[in-house]
């Protein structure tokens, strides 16, 4: 490792301590093991003052549990598949059919993708006794009680999680808003926005500025009945946002309440980094204020795209409102203990 990185320590511990967390992922972990162990006493021989940090395995069960499932507070579906596995073992201890872990299943294959979880599971117990079997080796109640602790812990107090968990409902929302068959009710709703959306005029060739529809979690699949995972029309400089609101909610009438009249959903602009949503109100008269989440406390709603910054294009994304941002960031301990590791949230 000294070698490969041109005599840089630091570099050369990195590349070693890589090499052991993804080693339990392997089949052949003991060979490698032993290859890890031989390289780092060799550092040591080399380099005696150079202290080379412990790796996951070497650290005690529970840090290595804890510290896993910080790691995992970015992916939900993954944390809440983990603690119904480890639930469902608690609950029937004697029952052999829970102690196997199917990797053959697409869900379960996605699963052991995810950073974290693999090394959670080992963690657990579990080992890869074929290919695409996992197998817990022996039960223990207390690796049991705390993997449920740290996993209920993150779906509990994990702004994170939350907000993770938030995007992937809303993401399921807009594809049923999209697929669904609309009711008369529905269409007439659609048909009322779309008369309110301005026509291109025509000095400009019938061009003007393509504006850009994203929707937070829809980046996989195209939406519904489309071709891809956002909407698009063109307007005039001239135009107002409220007029790409209509447009939109022409296409999803639920747009235009959730994001202007109750606030469950907000819209950024996708074009600047760090955004804050956008305040919007349909009263003229209202002007904003600055604790309304705008960048300059304005009502964004009636300014033009020009006057926004969406010309000659705009980009907006759509999402559901924020999560209430905690004190101070997630991190999985033990009750009663000193948290093992903090994840910035």
């Known amino acids: 490792a000294l070698h490969r990185f041109g005599g840089n320590v630091q570099r050369a511990a990195d590349y070693l301590l890589s090499a052991a967390s993804s080693s339990s992922n392997a089949p052949s972990a003991a060979p490698h093991s032993n290859n890890l ?41 993954a944390v809440d598949t983990l603690y119904k596995t480890i639930q469902r073992v608690r609950q029937n201890p004697k029952d052999r059919k829970y102690w196997t872990i199917d990797c053959s299943l697409p869900a379960v294959q996605k699963l052991v993708a995810t950073p974290g979880a693999m090394d959670f599971l080992t963690a ?24 449920t602790l740290a996993l209920g812990q993150c779906q509990m107090e994990s702004r994170v999680y939350r907000e993770a968990k938030r995007s992937l409902q809303f993401a399921k929302e807009i594809r049923t808003i999209f697929s669904d068959a609309t009711s008369p009710q529905e269409r007439a709703a659609r048909a009322s926005h779309l008369q309110q959306v301005p026509t291109l005029s025509a000095h400009n060739g019938g061009l003007g500025s393509p504006i850009f529809v994203y929707f937070d979690g829809v980046d996989e699949d195209p939406l519904p009945n489309r071709s891809t995972k956002y909407l698009t029309r063109n307007f005039d ?87 209430p941002t905690s004190q101070s960031p997630f991190v999985a301990r033990p009750v009663g203990g000193t948290a093992m590791v903090s994840v910035k949230a």
């Open 37 to 77: 162990a031989a390289s780092i006493s060799k550092v040591q021989q080399t380099h005696p003052s150079v202290q080379v940090p412990p790796t996951m395995q070497q650290k005690s069960k529970q840090e290595r549990i804890f510290r896993c499932t910080n790691r995992l507070e970015k992916h939900p579906n």
């Open 237 to 323: 400089g001239d135009d107002t946002l409220q007029d790409v609101l209509h447009w939109v909610a022409s296409q999803a009438s639920v747009a235009w309440e959730h994001l202007v009249l109750n606030g469950q959903w907000q819209l950024l602009d996708k074009n600047q980094r760090n955004a804050k949503p956008l305040y919007l109100s349909d009263n003229r008269n209202d002007r904003g204020h600055a604790d309304q989440h705008a960048d300059d406390g304005t009502n964004a709603l009636h300014q033009t795209l020009q006057h926004l910054g969406f010309w000659p294009s705009g980009k907006l994304v759509i999402r559901p409102a924020a999560v």
């Open 124 to 147: 657990m117990n579990y080992q890869m006794i074929q290919r695409n079997s996992l197998q817990l080796q022996f039960y223990d109640a207390a690796t049991m009680y705390m993997g």
